[in-house]
């Protein structure tokens, strides 16, 4: 039997083991930093997220929700007051200027009372005999509608004051609804949309986190996963370099040199080649079969890791809308709110303004109440007046009947004005009741839109929080997000060209069968038997004893009783300790 392989081919095969080797080592060592870092990354995010449902979730959203049903009900209802306000507040219009009509005949009234007075003083004058007493008489007529004259003239001024409030409330209110029409019924409406797209918010954010907290835990099985398959790789190397021990061996044997404490006679180098051959074929041939199947797993492992972390994220976002936030119901909540402060406060600047006509009409007409009074007491003073005179007239016979005659138009006049000042003032106790109403109704919704502010303030407070809390989350999500991606997508490519190591150490196997032609020696001699068991001494995987044992049966025998033997001394050795 002759020598069929020279020691600088198998050195050679050693040299190309070594190169699949060190790719393989450097592939997965970088794959494992990457998923290492994909998984600690992914790792907070999903616990990030998975705690915020229970912030949407809670008491305080509750309760900020709550505020904000309130303001919108009671903006709705504030317009409603607002345009009943309108049409009471043209009703009072209305009735002021019904009141024009009295006064205006109250002035002329009181005006022709003036002239019948200076014809009861030229008509006493030319009375012969007139007495002093008379005299006073026609003296006291006059005083009296000078009196009347001013008190009409003080009450017209102050109505003309009344209706030039009324008229600038009026105008007032004209502009600001021409400025703010339908703006509370909008904000209402629009609170209301925006809290039913919160609730759905909400809803979807709880859905999302069964499902992200599903997907996690898909997740630690995939990284299990992942791991476990990505141990090929140190498996790999560990099998590659046992596989170079044994060529390194094979090629100090034929040298002529020692391994593991034995060396060859010529005679026998020929078997050694043949038998450590066929078991390296093997052995290698196993290496790439295990090799290319692992990697495959470990590739569909990290791409379904990938993709986990995309759902994730993609779930993550449903808590905050969008990726640029635009869709958040939290943030467009926010600015409404603010919104909504701004208006209630304007519509309560307003209606400070109402209650400031409210309080001017009713001292108004309180003032001309009083300016009533007086025409009431200079009626009943005049009557007293021009009945004496009648009196005097009566004792005068015919010569009195002219004075008689003024007399009597003079007591007529000032019933006329009684009866119009009266009507007047049936008007005016009108506008002072809508008044009223306007006043109590001011007062009741200025504090109610206080606290309705107060209520949004709290609100807009609590879901600022909560929304920076969000706009964080998901600037972490967006800055990590992809990183986690990117790093896990690169850990599935980074094995992808595995495959062609796979293929590199089949052909490795097939030079390492043609170092012999022969088929391994049936009887082993002992030399040849210690350096088999040397070599099965160093394996480290279950699969290498498995080829060799099977390809060396009785070296499997020997290396089995030497173990049982090291057991039995082990035990020994540990029963005398």
């Known amino acids: 039997m002759t020598q069929s392989a020279d020691p600088k081919t198998i050195r050679r095969l050693v040299q190309d083991l070594e190169r699949p080797r060190q790719d393989i080592e450097a592939?997965?060592?970088?794959?494992?930093?990457?998923?290492?870092?994909?998984?600690?990354?992914?790792?907070?995010?999903?616990?990030?997220?998975?705690?915020?449902?229970?912030?949407?979730?809670?008491?305080?959203?509750?309760?900020?929700?709550?505020?904000?049903?309130t303001v919108a009900t009671r903006a709705e209802q504030?317009?409603?007051?607002?345009?009943?306000?309108?049409?009471?507040?043209?009703?009072?219009?209305?009735?002021?200027?019904?009141?024009?009509?009295?006064?205006?005949?109250?002035?002329?009234?009181?005006?022709?009372?003036?002239?019948?007075?200076?014809?009861a003083r030229v008509t006493a004058a030319g009375i012969v005999g007139d007495s002093d007493d008379f005299d006073v008489f026609t003296n006291d007529i006059a005083t009296l509608s000078d009196s009347a004259s001013r008190t009409i003239q003080d009450f017209a001024q102050v109505y003309r004051q009344l209706t030039t409030e009324v008229d600038r409330a009026a105008d007032q209110r004209a502009r600001f609804e021409a400025a703010h029409a339908d703006t509370l019924t909008h904000l209402g409406r629009s609170l209301a949309e925006t809290l039913s797209a919160l609730d759905r918010q909400r809803a979807t954010a709880l859905e999302s986190s069964t499902e992200t907290g599903r997907v996690s835990?898909?997740?630690?099985?995939?990284?299990?996963?992942?791991?476990?398959?990505?141990?090929?790789?140190?498996?790999?190397?560990?099998?590659?370099?046992?596989?170079?021990?044994?060529?390194?061996?094979?090629a100090d044997l034929v040298e002529?040199?020692?391994?593991?404490?034995?060396?060859l006679a010529d005679e026998t180098k020929a078997p050694a080649i043949a038998g450590i051959a066929a078991l390296q074929q093997q052995q290698i041939a196993n290496i790439a079969q295990s090799f290319a199947q692992e990697v495959q797993q470990a590739e569909a492992d990290l791409a379904a890791l990938a993709a986990d972390a995309g759902i994730i994220m993609a779930r993550s976002r449903d808590f905050h809308g969008d990726e640029t936030g635009k869709g958040s119901s939290v943030a467009s909540l926010n600015a409404q709110l603010r919104k909504a402060v701004t208006i209630l406060a304007d519509f309560e600047t307003e209606r400070e303004k109402l209650e400031t006509v409210a309080h001017a009409v009713q001292d108004t007409v309180r003032t001309l109440l009083e300016h009533v009074e007086a025409v009431q007491e200079?009626?009943?003073?005049?009557?007293?007046?021009?009945?004496?005179?009648?009196?005097?007239?009566a004792q005068l016979g015919p010569r009195g009947a002219s004075l008689t005659v003024i007399a009597t138009q003079l007591r007529?006049?000032?019933?006329?004005?009684?009866?119009?000042?009266?009507?007047?003032?049936?008007?005016?106790?009108?506008?002072?009741?809508?008044?009223?109403?306007?006043?109590?109704?001011?007062?009741?919704?200025?504090?109610?839109?206080?606290?309705?502010?107060?209520?949004?303030?709290l609100a807009l407070d609590i879901l600022s929080r909560l929304d920076e809390n969000l706009a964080a989350a998901l600037g972490r999500l967006n800055s990590d997000g992809p990183k986690v991606i990117d790093l896990l997508e690169k850990a599935a490519q980074g094995l992808s060209g595995q495959s062609a190591m796979a293929e590199a150490l089949d052909d490795i196997a097939i030079a390492t069968a043609s170092l012999s032609p022969e088929a391994p020696p049936e009887k082993i001699s002992p030399a040849l038997g210690n350096v088999l068991a040397g070599l099965r001494k160093s394996y480290t995987m279950e699969a290498e004893r498995h080829i060799h044992d099977r390809l060396f049966p009785e070296d499997a025998?020997?290396?089995d009783t030497t173990d049982e033997r090291a057991t039995d001394m082990d035990d020994l050795a540990a029963f005398m300790l």
């Open 27 to 69: 592939a997965f060592v970088a794959v494992g930093g990457r998923l290492t870092e994909g998984a600690a990354l992914l790792n907070k995010l999903s616990k990030l997220f998975e705690a915020l449902p229970q912030a949407l979730g809670g008491a305080q959203v509750e309760e900020a929700s709550a505020h904000l049903r």
């Open 78 to 119: 504030l317009a409603a007051t607002f345009a009943q306000e309108k049409g009471d507040l043209m009703r009072l219009g209305e009735v002021v200027a019904a009141a024009n009509a009295p006064i205006a005949d109250l002035r002329r009234t009181v005006k022709m009372m003036g002239i019948v007075s200076v014809n």
């Open 217 to 250: 835990k898909q997740i630690v099985g995939r990284i299990g996963s992942a791991v476990m398959s990505l141990q090929v790789g140190d498996a790999t190397r560990q099998r590659i370099e046992h596989a170079e021990l044994a060529l390194t061996s094979l």
């Open 256 to 263: 002529g040199g020692a391994a593991f404490g034995q060396t």
């Open 378 to 393: 200079i009626e009943s003073n005049m009557r007293l007046v021009s009945l004496n005179a009648a009196v005097r007239c």
């Open 412 to 457: 007529e006049l000032t019933s006329e004005t009684v009866v119009a000042a009266e009507a007047a003032m049936a008007r005016l106790d009108e506008s002072s009741a809508l008044a009223g109403s306007f006043g109590a109704a001011s007062d009741q919704g200025s504090g109610q839109i206080s606290e309705l502010e107060g209520q949004a303030t």
């Open 557 to 559: 025998a020997t290396a």
